[in-house]
């Protein structure tokens, strides 16, 4: 059995129709990894096989405390305890693994 860290979540942004959501989180990699203190934003399903993780944006080194999603949905303000701000597109091609995989 694979141990896995488990991480508070600090922070939550919903897509506007609840088909995905992105969580901010403090720790993402697996045991043994040498950054798994590292802060992570968990893309997750919502509405079809809800809470599974489609992919984790690592951009931060510490808790992702704050996260705002843009107007088009596409991008995302991130700001974390390492006091750093980003702003990663969530591109077309996870994007699309939601929709293929949504059932709709």
Do not use: F
Not at 46 to 61: D, S, Y
């Amino acid at each position: 059995m694979n141990p896995t860290k488990i991480s508070a979540v600090y922070c939550l942004a919903v897509h506007s129709e609840a088909l995905w959501l992105l969580s901010g989180l403090e720790v993402v990699s697996p045991p043994g990894i040498a950054d798994d203190q590292s802060g992570g934003i968990n893309l997750q399903t919502v509405r079809h096989e809800e809470g599974r993780v489609i992919h984790c944006l690592k951009k931060h080194t510490s808790a992702v405390s704050v996260l705002q999603l843009g107007h088009d949905e596409q991008s995302v303000l991130s700001g974390g305890w390492d006091r750093q701000v980003h702003v990663p597109l969530l591109t077309l091609s996870i994007l699309s693994i939601l929709v293929r995989d949504s059932h709709v």
